[in-house]
Nanobody
Framework: QVQLVESGGGLVQAGGSLRLSCAAS????????MGWFRQAPGEEREFVAA????????YYADSVKGRFTVSRDNAKNTVYLQMNSLKPEDTAVYLC?????????????????WGQGTQVTVSS
């Protein structure tokens, strides 16, 4: 199991930006496929973005494509989610997830480790 701790959430006005971080420990970070998901109250957990082990491949949900960027620093055991042009509908708890394997994972059931989440609230 890997331990994941998210940070960087907060309250921002529509059109603003935030950068989320997720620090990992307990397993070699460079062996992990990483993902970001979000969950709003009463809603299903939704895929946001994912990145492969080396950082060479990324994948995004259509709803965030062109606005969000996922990246990782394997030397710092950290994955990031840069969120620009935020909209009120981006309001949710954002969760970091990790799993072993190759390529990209977009389904929450494919991940075996999860952080506690960080709240992002976008005001209109």
């Amino acid at each position: 199991q890997v331990q994941l701790v998210e940070s960087g959430g907060g309250l921002v006005q529509a059109g603003g930006s935030l950068r989320l971080s997720c620090a990992a420990s307990g397993r070699a970070f460079s062996t992990l496929v990483m993902g970001w998901f979000r969950q709003a109250p009463g809603e299903e957990r939704e895929f946001v973005a994912a990145i492969n082990k080396s950082g060479s491949t990324t994948y995004y949900a259509d709803s965030v494509k062109g606005r969000f960027t996922v990246s990782r620093d394997n030397a710092k055991n950290t994955v990031y989610l840069q969120m620009n042009s935020l909209k009120p509908e981006d309001t949710a708890v954002y969760l970091c997830a990790a799993t072993n394997g190759y390529g990209i994972r977009t389904l929450h059931r494919e991940y075996d480790s999860w952080g506690q989440g960080t709240q992002v609230t976008v005001s209109s």
